[in-house]
């Protein structure tokens, strides 16, 4: 499994193909829905020198939760928090 730093499985997202994306980690937090600016969460885990955020004291955080509790981008259905599902069972 290829995690982003927010807990998404870049292995089966629909932007790996569609836009191009390599994931997070390989395009240095710069995705092509953010423009010039970096995420949020990546940027927070890699100012902690963190490879994600399942690895913070503060995991799962607000901005994570936000996140994880919105609309799947891969889908367009509710995520139901499945990222901080998969940094949980990474963590196992």
């Given at each position: 499994m290829n995690l982003s730093s927010c807990?998404?499985?870049c292995d089966v997202c629909k932007f790996k193909v569609e836009s191009g994306c390599s994931g997070c980690h390989a395009i240095k937090g710069k995705p092509f829905w953010a423009g010039d600016d970096t995420c949020d969460l990546y940027a927070?885990?890699?100012?902690?020198?963190?490879?994600?955020?399942?690895?913070?004291?503060?995991?799962?955080?607000?901005?994570?939760?936000?996140?994880?509790?919105?609309?799947?981008?891969?889908?367009?259905?509710?995520?139901?928090?499945?990222?901080i599902k998969s940094l949980q069972a990474r963590e196992e």
């Open positions: 807990g998404i499985d927070c885990a890699e100012g902690k020198k963190l490879q994600d955020c399942g690895k913070c004291v503060e995991f799962p955080c607000g901005k994570l939760e936000e996140w994880a509790n919105g609309t799947d981008d891969t889908t367009g259905l509710p995520e139901n928090g499945q990222r």
